[in-house]
């Protein structure tokens, strides 16, 4: 099946302001996104290999929503309070709604809103499961969880490799599509 997603070009002066945007309100933000957009890449050629810009853009602006954190939170040293939390939780919704104002970019809206969703259907902020949520956020729920377990944050040391790729096996069939995972581990 082909996508309705409109090819969108990096150099596009929207979605470089939205990327400087990022990077000024949180760098550590902007190099996890990078990466993300880079592993989230290399799955989507083993899985939509003629949606690999799709994916790729989507990954860049996964976690736009965190512009719309409160800094207190954001840059905080340590582990998030449950408030804290729930108040980062939101950057999925308010990255949705981010790009949906947007015209060039709204088709992005949907795979932003649900790349925290689980295949178990214990993710948020909509509880969807299995297929229903969309090819490219579960794609993107792959490479940002390994991006995540393999960064340095002030609260624990980053996983190696292994560690990671082990975690997202543990994981397969609860928080990852499992087809998609088996292959991120291939």
């Not at 550590?28 to 994916?55: G, K, M």
Request: hydrophobic share 35%.
């Amino acid at each position: 099946m082909k996508s309705n997603l409109c090819k969108i070009s990096e150099t596009s002066s929207t979605f470089t302001f939205i990327t400087l945007h990022i990077k000024t309100k949180c760098q550590r933000t902007y190099i996890h996104s990078v990466n993300v957009a880079s592993y989230a890449s290399q799955l989507a050629a083993l899985i939509i290999p003629n949606e690999i810009d799709v994916v790729k853009i989507a990954g860049l602006l996964h976690d736009v929503g965190k512009i719309m954190i409160d800094d207190k939170i954001l840059h905080k040293n340590g582990r998030l309070t449950s408030v804290e939390y729930e108040e980062m939780k939101k950057h999925s919704i308010y990255g949705y709604e981010y790009l949906k104002a947007s015209c060039e970019f709204e088709q992005y809206a949907e795979i932003v809103r649900h790349h925290h969703e689980r295949w178990d259907g214990y993710g948020y902020p909509d509880g969807l499961s299995g297929e229903k949520i969309p090819i490219h956020s579960r794609i993107i729920a792959i490479a940002d969880a390994y991006a995540d377990m393999t960064s340095i944050r002030e609260y624990r040391n980053p996983l190696s490799a292994a560690e990671s790729f082990h975690e997202i096996k543990k994981n397969a069939d609860s928080h990852f599509d499992p087809i998609h995972s088996q292959l991120f581990l291939s």
